[in-house]
């Protein structure tokens, strides 16, 4: 019985042996986001990370994420990665699996979720739900994030993101409307201007900008769904 299990398992696989691992995209970028109120200038993140995509065969793909960041105010240092497993079903439509781990401050944070991307028409969409909880259990929680974008030219994007977070310590959301310009040679400018609103009577607008290097033949599959992305500043 365990033999048959084995091969099975093994045929499953043997499509994937003849496809040699490809780079199907891949990035470097810097970021800094800083809160607009006079009372929370001070409430800063700056970022640095990358993302690259493998795929194994026309339909799966692994992608990984790496940042470091610092948190200017309270004088935080974290890290985050993650590793994507991605289902491509067509051509305008993937599904994803996502499992990330981070160091935030002092506490070790992991995230398990799932992600969904498509295109419709000029408009690319992507959803994704995370579970998260630290390793001393006395934060755990639920995030939530649907973001969409549209050309307007070869250039210029626009789009927007909502973020819903749901923890034992704060529950709020996010919302923003992005932009991005391509100025040539994989380089690309990024921004962001929206508000953040813990507990739902504190909101708090802010501002992101951000610099990108796109690598290979095109872009990754998902955006960075850590929690330490979703804190603009602290």
Do not use: C
Not at 31 to 58: C, K, V
């Amino acid at each position: 019985m365990k033999k048959t299990a084995i091969l099975a398992l093994l045929a499953g696989f043997a499509p994937l042996a003849g496809h040699a691992a490809d780079v199907v995209g891949a990035n470097v970028g810097l970021s800094h986001y800083n809160f607009l109120d006079a009372d929370s200038r001070d409430n800063s993140r700056t970022s640095i990370g990358g993302q690259m995509e493998i795929g194994f065969a026309p339909q799966f793909s692994v992608q990984g994420d790496m940042a470091l960041n610092r948190y200017w105010d309270d004088s935080w240092d974290g890290a985050s990665t993650a590793l994507h497993a991605i289902y491509n079903m067509n051509d305008t439509m993937k599904f994803g699996a996502r499992a990330g781990y981070e160091r935030l401050d002092s506490d070790d944070i992991t995230t398990l979720g799932v992600e969904y991307g498509a295109d419709y028409g000029l408009f690319s969409v992507e959803a994704a739900y995370n579970h998260v909880k630290n390793h001393d259990a006395d934060l755990q929680g639920n995030l939530y994030n649907v973001s969409a974008s549209m050309p307007l030219n070869s250039q210029v994007s626009v789009g927007g993101r909502v973020d819903y977070y749901d923890t034992d310590n704060v529950t709020g959301r996010r919302i923003a409307a992005t932009g991005e310009y391509k100025m040539g040679n994989g380089y690309a400018m990024t921004g962001e201007l929206g508000f953040n609103d813990p507990n739902h009577d504190d909101a708090e607008s802010y501002v992101g900008i951000g610099l990108r290097a796109d690598l290979g033949q095109g872009g990754v599959s998902f955006s960075d769904h850590s929690l330490s992305d979703l804190i603009v500043g602290h």
